[in-house]
């Protein structure tokens, strides 16, 4: 699918999306970069086409990036909004692994726009051609949305390659007549309409409509609830596709009909609402006789199943299903499911809607025939007409246009034959509405997401005939922990710890093998330590990940000195604090 919800690798047959509402998707990776000691790569992911000015208010598009996810992970930055600090999983687990490795640079609109995800702030952002090695002032993307990923190497912590990256980034033209306007008429991934053939006061009451709220009952919230707006585009649109499969793709998310006014010799679009007539039939006006049809028992659909992209799980695929209930059935009617799909929204309220509309549409079942004049040539599928027949014993009676097209008798004269469904007020009703909470997380905990150890507890046996420390710790309480790291460093005159210099002291596993315990205590013994003073901390990793480092002990004073009589009156037993411990010496006394 080349409208990308996933990362694209490298190819010229590659097209760039474009980007309507608020969408989580991945990019195309459209350039590669190493540097020159082979530890960093740098990679250009294009995103979206950039969109135009919006018709509802001439102003131009804005683009936010909301949130960056790479391995399914959401990353939390640093506070320059482009180094990566930690990744979050979907049930709120921590993995600082990564931190200060990985860099995301964004881009809105070109080489020359940069920006930082939501919520973050940065004044000093270098243009493309400064980050990416080998871009020059020409290197422009331009109307591209787009990200820079440096990836610096460290296979201790698994950082060897690009991984999975995704995007959450919101366009705000999203309002389902600024989204048609926008892909007629744009001469680089729309139809190149010229505006003189767009019917704009039909996209302005579309928009319009749209904008309406609907009330609908909340699983968690309870009755009540209001959606704000009614008809959203939130979605890619795959640019591989004709441009007419994409305009009617766009309308029917926007519940509406696409439509060519051979008349007004324009394009439009008719709402699917409530309405009134806007031409009236009877025998004065109809050419012939009238054709009635209805939908066969067998072919009633009685439940709908809508497939879409629900924003609540980053745009992973859901459905609702709705049934009609046993009491409104036919008496023998069958079980029969209509099943639709809309690519272009990602709210569960306004997918229920529309399938409620297209399920209750599809029962209304009585279908007529018939030919007009030429005069009715102005009349367009979608909109609302009234029939009167003596026969049919209907004075008014309302349907809605399905087709109207032309035709030619053997004299060469022109009329209309037009094909209408059953109108019914009701199939617009927004009672009933539900929504569903939908949630990601998934109860599994990452491998990478290791929790810190407690502070460690040193004990001091320097008079001994194996003079040594005790080093008792906590485990993680969260992880996968294969390994238990001991770090010490012995910059003791350094107060800022990340400017200290550790060494790797040792490390153990559990003692039955596999992973250690969460919260577990684990105690060791250390004997190969010189005179020195000291800090120490311990962290947990896996084959896959490391964690992050626990609180540094209190500072340790240790000088071993080897007896030759492991314990007398003279030992002297050290706690981690410094402070001699007093058993021996009230034994001593007692003796």
């Given at each position: 699918d080349q409208?990308?919800?996933?990362?694209?690798?490298?190819?010229?047959?590659?097209?760039?999306p474009?980007?309507y509402?608020?969408?989580?998707?991945g990019?195309?990776?459209t350039?590669?970069?190493i540097s020159?000691?082979?530890?960093?790569m740098?990679?250009c992911?294009?995103?979206?086409?950039r969109?135009?000015?919006?018709?509802?208010?001439?102003?131009?598009s804005a683009?936010?990036?909301?949130?960056v996810?790479?391995n399914?992970q959401?990353?939390v930055f640093?506070s320059?909004g482009?180094?990566?600090?930690?990744v979050?999983?979907?049930?709120?687990?921590?993995?600082?692994?990564?931190?200060?490795?990985?860099k995301v640079y964004c881009?809105?609109?070109?080489?020359?726009?940069?920006?930082?995800?939501?919520?973050?702030?940065n004044?000093?952002?270098?243009?493309?051609d400064v980050?990416?090695p080998?871009w020059?002032?020409n290197h422009?993307?331009?109307?591209?949305?787009?990200?820079?990923?440096e990836?610096?190497?460290?296979?201790?912590?698994?950082?060897?390659?690009?991984?999975?990256?995704?995007?959450e980034?919101e366009?705000?033209?999203?309002d389902p007549?600024d989204?048609l306007?926008?892909?007629?008429?744009?001469?680089?991934?729309g139809a190149?309409i010229?505006?003189?053939y767009?019917?704009?006061?039909?996209?302005?009451a579309l928009?319009?409509?749209?904008?309406?709220?609907v009330t609908?009952?909340?699983?968690a919230?309870?009755?009540?609830?209001?959606?704000?707006?009614r008809?959203?585009?939130n979605?890619l649109?795959?640019t591989?596709?004709?441009?007419?499969?994409?305009?009617e793709?766009?309308?029917?998310n926007?519940?509406?009909?696409?439509?060519?006014?051979?008349?007004?010799?324009?394009?439009?679009?008719?709402?699917?609402?409530?309405?009134?007539?806007?031409?009236?039939?009877?025998?004065s006006?109809?050419?012939?006789?009238?054709a009635i049809?209805g939908?066969?028992?067998q072919?009633?659909?009685?439940?709908?199943?809508?497939?879409?992209p629900?924003?609540?799980l980053?745009?992973?695929?859901d459905f609702v299903?709705?049934d009609?209930p046993?009491?409104?059935?036919?008496?023998n009617?069958v079980?029969?499911?209509l099943n639709?799909?809309?690519?272009?929204?990602?709210?569960?309220?306004?997918?229920q809607l529309l399938?409620?509309?297209?399920?209750?549409?599809?029962?209304?079942?009585?279908?007529?025939?018939?030919?007009?004049?030429y005069?009715?040539?102005?009349i367009?599928a979608?909109e609302?007409?009234?029939?009167?027949?003596?026969?049919?014993?209907?004075?008014?009676?309302?349907?809605?246009?399905l087709?109207?097209s032309?035709?030619?008798?053997?004299?060469g004269?022109l009329s209309?034959?037009v094909?209408?469904?059953?109108?019914?007020?009701?199939?617009?009703?927004v009672a009933?509405?539900f929504?569903?909470?939908?949630?990601?997380a998934?109860?599994?905990?990452?491998?990478?997401?290791?929790?810190?150890?407690?502070?460690?507890?040193?004990?001091?046996?320097e008079?001994?005939?194996r003079?040594r420390?005790e080093?008792e710790?906590?485990?993680?309480?969260?992880g996968?922990?294969?390994?238990l790291?001991?770090w010490v460093?012995n910059?003791?005159?350094?107060?800022?710890d990340?400017?200290?210099?550790?060494?790797?002291?040792?490390?153990?596993?559990?003692?039955?093998?596999?992973?250690?315990t969460?919260?577990?205590?684990?105690t060791?013994?250390?004997?190969?330590l010189?005179?020195?003073?000291?800090?120490?901390?311990?962290?947990?990793?896996?084959d896959?990940?490391t964690?992050?480092?626990?609180?540094?002990?209190g500072l340790?004073?240790?000088?071993?000195?080897?007896?030759?009589q492991?314990v007398?009156?003279?030992?002297?037993?050290f706690?981690?604090?410094?402070?001699?411990?007093t058993?021996l010496?009230?034994?001593?006394?007692?003796?």
């Amino acid at each position: 699918d080349q409208g990308v919800k996933l990362q694209i690798k490298p190819s010229t047959a590659n097209k760039i999306p474009v980007l309507y509402g608020t969408s989580f998707f991945g990019g195309i990776i459209t350039d590669a970069e190493i540097s020159s000691d082979n530890q960093t790569m740098y990679y250009c992911l294009t995103l979206c086409e950039r969109t135009g000015t919006k018709l509802s208010d001439s102003s131009a598009s804005a683009y936010t990036f909301k949130d960056v996810y790479i391995n399914d992970q959401r990353i939390v930055f640093k506070s320059d909004g482009i180094t990566l600090d930690y990744v979050v999983d979907r049930d709120g687990n921590f993995d600082t692994s990564a931190s200060g490795l990985i860099k995301v640079y964004c881009y809105d609109n070109g080489s020359s726009n940069p920006t930082v995800p939501d919520g973050y702030t940065n004044l000093a952002l270098d243009d493309a051609d400064v980050v990416m090695p080998g871009w020059g002032v020409n290197h422009d993307m331009t109307n591209l949305v787009f990200a820079i990923i440096e990836v610096n190497y460290n296979r201790e912590k698994g950082i060897t390659g690009l991984g999975d990256f995704k995007f959450e980034i919101e366009n705000d033209m999203n309002d389902p007549g600024d989204v048609l306007y926008d892909y007629m008429k744009d001469t680089v991934y729309g139809a190149g309409i010229s505006t003189t053939y767009i019917d704009t006061t039909s996209l302005s009451a579309l928009n319009t409509y749209s904008l309406t709220s609907v009330t609908f009952e909340d699983e968690a919230s309870g009755p009540g609830q209001t959606l704000a707006d009614r008809y959203q585009i939130n979605g890619l649109i795959d640019t591989t596709k004709d441009c007419l499969t994409n305009l009617e793709l766009i309308a029917s998310n926007g519940g509406s009909w696409l439509s060519f006014n051979i008349f007004a010799g324009k394009w439009a679009v008719v709402i699917n609402k409530t309405g009134t007539s806007v031409a009236s039939f009877d025998d004065s006006n109809i050419l012939g006789e009238i054709a009635i049809s209805g939908t066969g028992l067998q072919d009633l659909y009685n439940s709908v199943r809508v497939e879409f992209p629900n924003r609540d799980l980053n745009d992973t695929a859901d459905f609702v299903k709705i049934d009609i209930p046993a009491s409104d059935r036919n008496a023998n009617e069958v079980d029969n499911t209509l099943n639709i799909s809309y690519d272009l929204l990602n709210e569960p309220v306004q997918a229920q809607l529309l399938g409620l509309i297209e399920l209750k549409q599809s029962r209304v079942e009585l279908i007529v025939n018939f030919r007009a004049d030429y005069n009715y040539l102005n009349i367009k599928a979608g909109e609302i007409i009234d029939v009167t027949n003596t026969n049919a014993n209907w004075t008014n009676k309302l349907f809605r246009v399905l087709s109207i097209s032309e035709n030619h008798d053997d004299d060469g004269a022109l009329s209309l034959e037009v094909t209408a469904l059953e109108y019914d007020a009701n199939v617009y009703s927004v009672a009933d509405l539900f929504r569903y909470t939908r949630t990601n997380a998934n109860g599994i905990i990452t491998i990478g997401s290791i929790g810190a150890p407690g502070t460690p507890q040193v004990t001091k046996f320097e008079r001994d005939s194996r003079p040594r420390i005790e080093i008792e710790v906590t485990a993680p309480s969260s992880g996968l922990v294969e390994e238990l790291q001991y770090w010490v460093t012995n910059d003791t005159t350094e107060t800022n710890d990340d400017l200290r210099s550790y060494r790797l002291l040792t490390s153990v596993l559990p003692a039955g093998g596999g992973v250690f315990t969460s919260g577990e205590t684990v105690t060791i013994n250390y004997d190969a330590l010189g005179a020195q003073d000291f800090y120490l901390k311990v962290r947990g990793i896996n084959d896959f990940k490391t964690g992050p480092f626990s609180p540094v002990s209190g500072l340790v004073d240790y000088t071993p000195e080897q007896v030759t009589q492991g314990v007398d009156d003279n030992t002297s037993i050290f706690d981690g604090l410094g402070g001699i411990a007093t058993a021996l010496g009230l034994l001593s006394l007692l003796t």
